[in-house]
């Protein structure tokens, strides 16, 4: 077919989608110029190719049913789409989808202050959500550097976490209640704010993690707490990886800790040059660690450090006195993934049990020293936590598809090592696209056949997401 052909057809498929959708859209509730099918039918990832067939912006409940009961009907698939900051590919529409942006069903429609509960629609934005619990002398506790593009309902599909898991747990942790449009077009209520609910199973928590394989949400029932105090923040010289866990059992030992973050000197440096910051302390060793802590425990936060100076796991560091200095000192942290962002990094993000993560460490040194020589590793995580990640910069002077080809085939030497510590290849950005093909190194056989049974069950035709999670021919089990 002539490229003329082509766009032919395209054309008349979105003048057929306009004409089916009418009667319950607006014009302005549809995008078709290119530069919005560019924008709106992909994530950070910039490796896929993007190429919706139309963006469909329904502002409630009703019309995202009409829009699954069509797409049933007429044989369109759905890409949901929320702050697309997604890293994993999980909504980019390379296939002529429809992809179903929520950025109009944007409002915090209610909020119960003796249940602490607000009731979201799904394109609400994080930061938005965290003003909001502010607002009303509360706190929102799950954070990440895309907080103030990344939306509600795209959090809970990806279950995302962030830098504070280690206290206040993963987005699943904040979920009172769920509605979601199936992908057969039923509307789902799964719990409805309830602490205490032993009546079988708890749809809620198939819904989280699912990517929009399984149905669009729609409205989110959150939790909020009690603001904690006031954090300092301290950030240490490390001269050896193994040491990271040490210093993490002696804080832990004396005090809680709200974030234990690390990154490379390598990591520092390009968000120092990116911003244009000075470097904090003059120290250099090959790795930091970023500490955060309530103001209250500052002085056995001192002792503690004291303590690992004394073990020789801690070369120097540095300390907040001021909310302006923590936030200064979180920069270092939260402008990695926007200062390798011109570098296409090869991104792996990746788990085992903090346990395992000395170990695990050393694999994975032996694989990056063995396998990437010649190319520049970013490494930086939540090691609380036992995430980390290992982004793999593209030389300015190869080219992106070969470069693409060099990660990939590492991948299943570093996953193989993953599945040998009972690790995960995916900890917090989702499979989507990127990591399908490698389900098998995290989920047995068994496993991946009932996930397939469950999507089946809630989204007979697969109009929800296809391609995501699993891959189309199968082989993600092979
Ligand atoms: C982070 O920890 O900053 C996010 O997961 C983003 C990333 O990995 O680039
Ligand atoms: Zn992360």
Redesign the pocket.
């Known amino acids: 077919m002539t490229l003329s052909g082509k766009v032919s057809k395209t054309k008349r498929d979105q003048d057929q989608f306009v004409r089916h959708t009418e009667t319950f859209l607006s014009q302005e509730q549809i995008k078709l110029a290119r530069d919005d099918l560019d924008y709106w039918g992909r994530d950070w990832t910039r490796s896929f190719e993007v190429a919706p067939l139309a963006i469909a912006f329904p502002t409630s409940t009703e019309q995202v049913v009409e829009l699954v009961q069509l797409a049933n009907a007429e044989g369109y698939r759905l890409v949901p789409s929320g702050g697309r900051t997604g ?1 994993s590919g999980g909504c980019v529409a390379s296939n002529h989808e429809v992809v179903v942006s929520f950025d109009r069903m944007n409002r915090i429609l209610g909020f119960n202050s003796v249940d602490r509960l607000v009731l979201c629609q799904a394109g609400v934005v994080t930061a938005q959500l965290q003003q909001f619990a502010v607002e009303q002398g509360l706190f929102y506790p799950v954070d ?3 907080s103030g593009s990344s939306q509600i309902g795209g959090n809970i599909a990806t279950n995302a976490g ?2 504070r898991v280690i206290r206040y747990g993963l987005t699943r942790d904040w979920v009172a209640g769920l509605k979601v449009v199936t992908g057969n077009g039923d509307v789902v209520v799964a719990n409805q704010g309830l602490i205490k609910n032993a009546t079988g199973y708890d749809l809620r928590h198939l819904f989280i993690g699912s990517e929009g394989t399984l149905g669009l949400i729609v409205e989110a029932e959150m939790q909020l707490r009690a603001p904690p105090e006031p954090h300092r923040v301290m950030v240490v010289c490390v001269t050896s990886l193994n040491d990271l866990l040490s210093i993490l059992q002696c804080f832990q030992h004396s005090l809680q800790l709200s974030a234990f973050e690390f990154f490379s000197d390598f990591a520092m440096s390009k968000v120092l040059n990116h911003r244009g910051l000075d470097r904090p302390f003059s120290t250099v060793t090959k790795y930091y660690a970023l500490l955060e802590y309530d103001e209250s425990d500052a002085d056995v936060a001192t002792q503690a450090f004291s303590e690992c100076v004394k073990n020789g796991w801690i070369v120097d560091g540095v300390l907040s006195h001021s909310t302006l200095q923590s936030e200064r000192l979180w920069e270092l942290r ?1 402008g ?2 926007e200062s390798i962002a011109a570098d296409s990094p090869y ?1 792996n ?1 990746i788990s085992v049990r903090i346990s395992e993560v000395p170990g695990f460490l050393d694999d994975v040194g032996s694989v990056v020293e063995k396998h990437y020589p010649d190319l520049e590793v970013c490494w ?3 090691i609380g936590d036992g995430n980390l ?1 290992l ?1 793999i910069l593209k030389p300015p002077d190869l080219e992106i598809s070969e470069f693409q080809d060099r990660c990939r085939a590492i991948n299943p030497l570093l996953f193989e090592l993953i599945q040998k510590r009972g690790g995960s290849i995916s900890a ?2 989702g499979v989507g696209l990127l990591k399908r093909d490698y389900l098998r190194f995290s989920r047995s056989k068994g496993e991946i056949e009932r996930m397939k049974a469950i999507k089946d069950a809630f989204d007979p035709n697969g109009i929800m997401n296809p391609g995501k999670i699993f891959a189309p021919n199968g082989d993600e089990s092979a």
């Open positions: 890293l990440f550097a895309s962030g830098i939260d990695i993934t991104k993000d930086f995580g939540h990640h982004n917090e950005h």
